[in-house]
T-cell receptor
Framework: ETGVTQTPRHLVMGMTNKKSLKCEQH?????MYWYKQSAKKPLELMFV???????ENNSVPSRFSPECPNSSHLFLHLHTLQPEDSALYLC????????????FGPGTRLTVT | AQKVTQAQTEISVVEKEDVTLDCVYE???????LFWYKQPPSGELVFLIR??????QNEISGRYSWNFQKSTSSFNFTITASQVVDSAVYFC???????????????FGQGTTLQVKP
């Protein structure tokens, strides 16, 4: 595997379900990010992790819970979501030095029914 | 506040035409970085270029070229002899440091949807 991978690629879940999105980077980076991209909206930064420590929580509802067990893996745990949470969720990584380009995964297309 | 504006929401051209995507930014930082990303229909954002604020040299990569002008706070992207495969959403982004950490975050523009017709 190379670059940034995300699983699953597509997910349909009910509002009472609990699911997790997984991201893995194979680039040796130390910072990882979750973004949300809704239809006709700009990319919204959700969380930033640097050296496995959360350094940014962009006012995200608690029904989204991130986890970064090591610098290569990032999870987004989902529970009791709303239909408006349906979106493309993108993971990215970059070098710890920040201000450098981020490399994105292919995204998880989430549909909440 | 940091801000990136891509005023062109959608552009449609015919193959082989040249097209320029505009990007205007606002920042109080004296040192910053600018980026362009391409998002094809598959969804994955593809990094195209990073430009440092202290380097105003224009850059050319194949059919792609970038014009960075600090005086007008613009970082425009030109595709020469466009092709159908260039059809995508293009995002301009500006870096912003996150507090005292060494990690920055990117401020993205709204994106410009480019459609290249055969």
């Amino acid at each position: 595997e190379t670059g940034v991978t995300q699983t699953p690629r597509h997910l349909v879940m009910g509002m009472t379900n609990k699911k997790s999105l997984k991201c893995e980077q194979h680039l040796g980076h130390n910072a990882m990010y979750w973004y949300k991209q809704s239809a006709k909206k700009p990319l919204e930064l959700m969380f930033v992790y640097s050296l496995e420590e959360r350094v940014e929580n962009n006012s995200v509802p608690s029904r989204f819970s991130p986890e970064c067990p090591n610098s290569s893996h990032l999870f987004l745990h989902l529970h009791t979501l709303q239909p408006e949470d349906s979106a493309l969720y993108l993971c990215a990584s970059s070098q710890e030095a920040g201000r450098l380009e981020q490399y994105f995964g292919p995204g998880t297309r989430l549909t909440v029914t | 506040a940091q801000k990136v504006t891509q005023a062109q929401t959608e552009i449609s051209v015919v193959e082989k035409e040249d097209v320029t995507l505009d990007c205007v930014y606002e920042t109080r930082d004296t040192t910053y970085y600018l980026f362009w990303y391409k998002q094809p229909p598959s969804g994955e954002l593809v990094f195209l270029i990073r430009r440092n604020s202290f380097d105003e040299q224009n850059e050319i990569s194949g059919r792609y070229s970038w014009n960075f002008q600090k005086s007008t706070s613009s970082f425009n992207f030109t595709i020469t002899a466009s092709q159908v495969v260039d059809s995508a959403v293009y995002f301009c982004a500006l870096s912003e440091a996150l507090g005292s950490s060494n990690t920055g975050k990117l401020i993205f523009g709204q994106g410009t949807t480019l459609q290249v017709k055969p």
